[in-house]
């Protein structure tokens, strides 16, 4: 498989030069030439096919011969080795639960799969990677957790001092290794003003092989497929499903998109924003304007100016119409989100995390509009990462799962670093 660049100003490159450049020269987002199709046989085992297997079917016309099969076999399988659960919520609508990976977010599944495309390719460079990468969260501890201990790629993460919860700045801080932590006296639009300029160094880039490791990046986007997938399996309704997801940068929802262009049965996304609603305008209106980003209680949302929402309009050759055919935009604000957790987990018992609760709301008002639908929402995190809301609208504490009580005994080590280039500069000369 080719990618081309969406800036049309760029050679076309391979799966293994498109990961480890993550952006192409001249800007822009790579994007594979073509749709590959999900072959009958596939469409007719899904549901009895593991889901390493499944996982191998999506992703190989992506990855091409960049990595020889047996290895994307093992790579598949180490990357989907947690569950995915499809649990009903209401009578209409299923919650597919994408938190139970290592560090309790949908994020695990892209970093695990980019991690180990780049530790193979770094077996036959030279010069270690360097993946640097800004984070308001999320992104840094599933990156940490998934690049631990990889050869040949050296990972630093900024984040914005303060800013993040306890659990995730011990995710991000604690691991050690090739992972080093750099605590940002300032906030996220300093850490991703420095990793932008990293990125523009030619002194830098003399130095190392610079990668980013967000949605971007090929091998961190595509693998996102594997989760509509996993909930057609278990999809028990004659019809195809309605699936809400939480949008931020846009990543996860187009690569839904590119499964359904690939033929996996969807009948309809709704993209559920919080008050950074650019692309739900847009699909209401068809006019794009970026605009700054603005703070909500869904944080890992906040984005003025979706990366991905480029490759969505590739994806369906810029026509609006067709676009806003199969996807519909919602907006939830910060009152509905804190009300959809404290009514849902009332009236049945199901926790929300901020983000599944904005997706949940678009959901349930998508679904009202279309009675005779059944509906899945992508829940992108667990509620534990998220107390400072959650728990004051449901009156208690929300456990820490297993998975993680390790953590809170680690001491935290990190980096401090002023706002300002230069620091990141001597920082990644040494
Ligand atoms: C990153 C993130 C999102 C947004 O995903 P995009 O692919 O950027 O749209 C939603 N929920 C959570 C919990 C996240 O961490």
Same mark, same amino acid.
Request: aromatic content about 8%; glycine content about 8%.
């Given at each position: 498989?080719?990618?081309?660049?969406?800036?049309?100003? #760029?050679?076309?490159?391979?799966?293994?030069?498109?990961?480890?450049?993550?952006?192409?020269?001249?800007?822009?987002?790579?994007?594979?030439?073509?749709?590959?199709?999900?072959?009958?046989?596939?469409?007719?085992?899904?549901?009895?096919?593991?889901?390493?297997?499944?996982?191998?079917?999506?992703?190989?016309?992506?990855?091409?011969?960049?990595?020889? +099969?047996?290895?994307?076999?093992?790579?598949?399988?180490?990357?989907?080795?947690?569950?995915?659960?499809?649990?009903?919520?209401?009578?209409?609508?299923?919650?597919?639960?994408?938190?139970?990976?290592? +560090?309790?977010?949908?994020?695990?599944?892209?970093?695990?799969?980019?991690?180990?495309?780049?530790?193979?390719?770094?077996?036959?460079?030279?010069?270690?990677?360097?993946?640097?990468?800004?984070?308001?969260?999320?992104?840094?501890?599933?990156?940490?957790?998934?690049?631990?201990?990889?050869?040949?790629?050296?990972?630093?993460?900024?984040?914005?001092?303060?800013?993040?919860?306890?659990?995730?700045?011990?995710?991000?801080?604690?691991?050690?290794?090739?992972?080093?932590?750099?605590?940002?006296?300032?906030?996220?639009?300093?850490?991703?003003?420095?990793?932008?300029?990293?990125?523009?160094?030619?002194?830098?880039?003399?130095?190392?092989?610079?990668?980013?490791?967000?949605?971007?990046?090929?091998?961190?986007?595509?693998?996102?497929?594997?989760?509509?997938?996993?909930?057609?399996?278990?999809?028990?309704?004659?019809?195809?499903?309605?699936?809400?997801?939480?949008?931020?940068?846009?990543?996860?929802?187009?690569?839904?998109?590119?499964?359904?262009?690939?033929?996996?049965?969807?009948?309809?996304?709704?993209?559920?924003?919080?008050?950074?609603?650019?692309?739900?305008?847009?699909?209401? +209106?068809?006019?794009?304007?970026?605009?700054?980003?603005?703070?909500?209680?869904?944080?890992?949302?906040?984005?003025?100016?979706?990366?991905?929402?480029?490759?969505?309009?590739?994806?369906?050759?810029?026509?609006?119409? #067709?676009?806003?055919?199969?996807?519909?935009?919602?907006?939830?604000?910060?009152?509905? +989100?804190?009300?959809?957790?404290?009514?849902?987990?009332?009236?049945?018992?199901?926790?929300?995390?901020?983000?599944?609760?904005?997706?949940?709301?678009?959901?349930?008002?998508?679904?009202?509009?279309?009675?005779?639908?059944?509906?899945?929402?992508?829940?992108? #995190?667990?509620?534990?990462?998220?107390?400072?809301?959650?728990?004051?609208?449901?009156?208690?504490?929300?456990?820490?799962?297993?998975?993680?009580?390790?953590?809170?005994?680690?001491?935290?080590?990190?980096?401090?670093?002023?706002?300002?280039? #230069?620091?990141?500069?001597?920082?990644?000369?040494?």
């Amino acid at each position: 498989m080719r990618y081309y660049s969406l800036n049309q100003q #760029a050679p076309t490159v391979d799966f293994r030069a498109a990961t480890i450049a993550g952006q192409a020269p001249d800007g822009g987002l790579y994007f594979p030439e073509r749709i590959p199709q999900f072959s009958p046989e596939v469409l007719a085992n899904l549901k009895t096919m593991t889901r390493a297997e499944l996982a191998f079917e999506v992703i190989q016309p992506y990855v091409g011969d960049a990595i020889p +099969t047996d290895v994307l076999r093992s790579i598949c399988a180490e990357t989907v080795d947690f569950e995915f659960p499809l649990v009903p919520v209401t009578g209409q609508i299923s919650a597919l639960e994408l938190f139970h990976g290592p +560090t309790l977010a949908f994020k695990d599944v892209g970093a695990r799969f980019m991690s180990r495309c780049l530790g193979y390719f770094s077996q036959q460079q030279t010069a270690p990677v360097t993946v640097l990468v800004a984070t308001s969260g999320d992104t840094g501890g599933a990156v940490a957790d998934g690049f631990l201990g990889v050869e040949g790629v050296e990972v630093v993460i900024l984040y914005p001092s303060g800013k993040v919860s306890p659990l995730q700045e011990l995710q991000l801080t604690t691991l050690g290794q090739n992972i080093t932590a750099l605590e940002v006296r300032g906030n996220f639009d300093d850490c991703q003003r420095l990793v932008k300029q990293a990125f523009l160094d030619p002194q830098v880039l003399a130095h190392r092989q610079l990668t980013s490791a967000n949605s971007i990046n090929v091998a961190r986007w595509l693998p996102q497929q594997f989760y509509y997938c996993y909930a057609l399996q278990q999809w028990a309704h004659d019809t195809a499903p309605v699936v809400a997801v939480p949008s931020g940068n846009f990543g996860n929802i187009c690569a839904g998109l590119m499964a359904h262009a690939s033929g996996l049965p969807i009948g309809h996304f709704v993209a559920a924003c919080n008050a950074n609603s650019a692309v739900a305008d847009y699909l209401r +209106t068809g006019m794009f304007a970026a605009r700054p980003a603005v703070v909500t209680l869904s944080n890992a949302m906040d984005v003025g100016n979706p990366s991905n929402f480029g490759r969505i309009l590739e994806l369906f050759e810029q026509q609006h119409a #067709a676009v806003s055919r199969l996807v519909s935009g919602a907006v939830v604000s910060d009152a509905e +989100t804190t009300a959809t957790i404290g009514r849902v987990h009332q009236q049945t018992g199901y926790l929300l995390d901020p983000h599944g609760a904005v997706a949940f709301r678009a959901l349930e008002d998508y679904l009202t509009e279309h009675p005779e639908a059944h509906g899945i929402f992508l829940e992108t #995190a667990h509620p534990v990462k998220f107390p400072e809301v959650v728990e004051p609208v449901i009156g208690t504490e929300v456990p820490v799962p297993v998975a993680v009580r390790g953590l809170l005994s680690r001491t935290k080590q990190s980096v401090l670093l002023e706002p300002d280039y #230069a620091a990141l500069q001597e920082f990644l000369l040494r």
